[in-house]
């Protein structure tokens, strides 16, 4: 348990870490010298690594250590904070964002895999559901502290303060977490093999889809709350009603990952996809933006959970492959949603932004509904697994 709850706090770094620009749009606009579109964009460079790397980063980092990849991740992430704590220049801060986005690819390509292997196969969803308690931790606490503390001592400070809690970390980490090998040869063609599957296709399909739809609406959450009527000193209240729903989603997660993955699954994008609805039709009114923000943080923090086990059922025996996979095509959905955002943002308000997710969010639910394999049990033998090898650094 220890082992799962350390990588529940490496989590927490990660997913604050790519985040946190979001409660600190204004700020960051105004010291950098660029919209706030622009400043979204810091999470579409970040985002846009993890897509394109994390899978070629599992293939490449097959053969090391668990412990090793994760430690280097954490002091990857310090570095990445520490750039953007210390920037004048937007280019320099894309810089910092960069090699954050780098750390995420290692870091999610390896994570659930990791998480897995730690207990019996019986308990992997719970595992899982363990270790991404992090990523709703980071959006009930991380983010909207963050964002409180950046409004009050400066945009600045929390992502200094985030730098030192990835080196601590990272600290623990190499000492204290279990030594766990590598995989020698074969991740290639494991990786060709998983690709090929129907299952593994419409889960990371909706899994982009989805994101897409979420991340164009919540990466100018403040903007648009904003615009609903909160204050700037409001937002990270509302931030903090979000993510406390987040809490429940993920104990919910927890209960159904197990059961009934499918239904849950098709539920919670169902939720999401109403949400963005509502708040299209009546989210101007601040009481609508903040309440339907919450419903926002219930389905997320069960949609990770559920679209990460789907994958590693898709692909029940490569779970590292299907993993990376999943990572890729989430942050080709916050490289894609944030880019989109921005776009609709600058040209057509913030008025305009759920309704540009709910369109995206219905097309992923309908994508995901159309396959009957979603979520299901796959009983397919990718590849025979390969021979751990003793590169446990």
């Known amino acids: 348990?220890?082992?799962?709850?350390?990588?529940?706090?490496?989590?927490?770094?990660?997913?604050?870490?790519?985040?946190?620009?979001?409660?600190?749009?204004?700020?960051?606009?105004?010291?950098?010298?660029?919209?706030?579109?622009?400043?979204?964009?810091?999470?579409?460079?970040?985002?846009?690594?993890?897509?394109?790397?994390?899978?070629?980063?599992?293939?490449?980092?097959?053969?090391?250590?668990?412990?090793?990849?994760?430690?280097?991740?954490?002091?990857?992430?310090?570095?990445?904070?520490?750039?953007?704590?210390?920037?004048?220049?937007?280019?320099?801060?894309?810089?910092?964002?960069?090699?954050?986005?780098?750390?995420?690819?290692?870091?999610?390509?390896?994570?659930?895999?990791?998480?897995?292997?730690?207990?019996?196969?019986?308990?992997?969803?719970?595992?899982?559901?363990?270790?991404?308690?992090?990523?709703?931790?980071?959006?009930?606490?991380?983010?909207?502290?963050?964002?409180?503390?950046?409004?009050?001592?400066?945009?600045?400070?929390?992502?200094?303060?985030?730098?030192?809690?990835?080196?601590?970390?990272?600290?623990?980490?190499?000492?204290?977490?279990?030594?766990?090998?590598g995989t020698a040869g074969g991740t290639g063609a494991r990786m060709r093999d998983v690709l090929r599957q129907p299952a593994l296709a419409a889960v990371i399909t909706a899994t982009a889809l989805i994101m897409l739809g979420q991340f164009s609406f919540s990466t100018y959450v403040a903007p648009y709350l904003t615009h609903a009527g909160l204050t700037e000193t409001q937002i990270a209240p509302a931030l903090l009603a979000s993510g406390a729903a987040g809490v429940v989603g993920l104990g919910l997660a927890g209960l159904l990952i197990d059961r009934t993955l499918r239904a849950s699954l098709l539920a919670a994008t169902g939720l999401l996809t109403v949400t963005f609805i509502v708040l299209a039709i009546g989210g101007t009114a601040t009481a609508v933006a903040v309440a339907g923000n919450a419903a926002l943080g219930l389905a997320m923090g069960m949609l990770p959970v559920f679209l990460q086990a789907a994958a590693m059922r898709a692909a029940p025996n490569a779970h590292d492959p299907a993993s990376a996979l999943n990572a890729a095509a989430f942050n080709v959905g916050i490289a894609g949603g944030a880019l989109l955002g921005g776009v609709s943002l600058d040209v057509l308000g913030p008025a305009a932004l759920p309704l540009v997710a709910a369109t995206l969010a219905a097309v992923g639910l309908t994508a995901m509904a159309a396959s009957r394999h979603v979520g299901r049990a796959q009983n397919i033998v990718l590849h025979p697994s390969p021979t751990p090898v003793q590169n446990t650094v």
């Open 1 to 181: 348990m220890g082992s799962l709850l350390l990588l529940a706090a490496a989590v927490f770094v990660s997913v604050t870490t790519e985040l946190l620009p979001t409660g600190l749009l204004p700020a960051m606009s105004r010291d950098l010298g660029v919209s706030e579109g622009r400043v979204g964009l810091l999470v579409t460079a970040y985002a846009l690594m993890v897509a394109v790397l994390a899978a070629p980063i599992g293939v490449v980092t097959a053969r090391y250590g668990r412990r090793t990849l994760l430690t280097v991740a954490l002091i990857l992430y310090a570095v990445c904070n520490t750039v953007t704590a210390v920037s004048d220049t937007y280019p320099l801060t894309v810089a910092g964002r960069l090699v954050g986005g780098f750390s995420h690819g290692l870091f999610w390509g390896m994570l659930a895999g990791y998480a897995g292997r730690l207990v019996s196969p019986d308990r992997m969803g719970r595992a899982v559901t363990i270790a991404l308690v992090g990523g709703t931790s980071s959006v009930v606490v991380g983010v909207p502290v963050g964002t409180a503390i950046g409004v009050a001592a400066g945009w600045r400070v929390p992502f200094a303060g985030f730098a030192v809690v990835a080196v601590v970390l990272a600290f623990i980490a190499a000492r204290w977490l279990p030594r766990m090998a």
